[in-house]
T-cell receptor, first 114, second 110 residues
Framework: EAQVTQNPRYLITVTGKKLTVTCSQN?????MSWYRQDPGLGLRQIYY???????DKGDVPEGYKVSRKEKRNFPLILESPSPNQTSLYFC?????????????FGPGTRLTVT | QKEVEQNSGPLSVPEGAIASLNCTYS??????FFWYRQYSGKSPELIMS????GDKEDGRFTAQLNKASQYVSLLIRDSQPSDSATYLC??????????FGTGTSLTVIP
């Protein structure tokens, strides 16, 4: 089944404790992206990647890191989480190609930072 | 100014009616436009994409794009209770950065 998976689905952590949220897709998509969703602010793009070793900032990259060492994986790293990073996080992917900008989203990771 | 603006609603329509959802965007260079449906606690699900001016129909859904007015809309005909969800409008300029509206909550009343 074609899908985007995220782990963990739920995470409660404390301020300053480094964490990684994994994202994996089995559709051989070149493009992957991370979003956070907050009430009243909608979905905001954190980082995106056009392919292996190619990443770029989205709208709200502060406090986050990403890496793209393999085509299928795009982990999101919070090196020193803070309470304002409490949010619902989504990973998405899409194939690169002419007029193929439709993204497929993972199930989401609900992160709470206390 | 927000990149993408939507009325937050809630929008309530009776079952069988037409639901009309609207979205405006600020970047005139935007090239692709999307409507996603999101049930509470779930991930966004793509309903429609539209790339050129005019209407695009898919089943009960019609997306309308007017680039001159920087306006995108989604019509849902014969609304069903299962259409009750939040609808997100998204725009994209170059295939890389995507901007989403805050969503419009739709309730279809049986």
């Amino acid at each position: 089944e074609a899908q985007v998976t995220q782990n963990p689905r739920y995470l409660i952590t404390v301020t300053g404790k480094k964490l990684t949220v994994t994202c994996s897709q089995n559709m051989n998509h070149e493009y992957m992206s991370w979003y956070r969703q907050d009430p009243g602010l909608g979905l905001r793009q954190i980082y995106y990647s056009m392919n292996v070793e190619v990443t770029d900032k989205g709208d709200v990259p502060e406090g986050y890191k990403v890496s793209r060492k393999e085509k299928r994986n795009f982990p999101l790293i919070l090196e020193s989480p803070s309470p304002n990073q409490t949010s619902l996080y989504f990973c998405a992917s899409r194939p690169l190609g002419a007029f193929s900008y439709e993204q497929y989203f993972g199930p989401g990771t609900r992160l709470t930072v206390t | 100014q927000k990149e993408v603006e939507q009325n937050s609603g809630p929008l309530s329509v009776p079952e069988g009616a037409i639901a009309s959802l609207n979205c405006t965007y600020s970047d005139r260079g935007s090239q692709s436009f999307f409507w996603y449906r999101q049930y509470s606690g779930k991930s966004p699900e793509l309903i429609m994409s539209i790339y050129s001016n005019g209407d695009k129909e898919d089943g009960r859904f019609t997306a309308q794009l007017n680039k001159a007015s920087q306006y995108v809309s989604l019509l849902i005909r014969d609304s069903q209770p299962s259409d009750s969800a939040t609808y997100l409008c998204a725009v994209n300029r170059d295939g890389n950065q995507f901007y989403f509206g805050t969503g419009t909550s739709l309730t279809v009343i049986p």
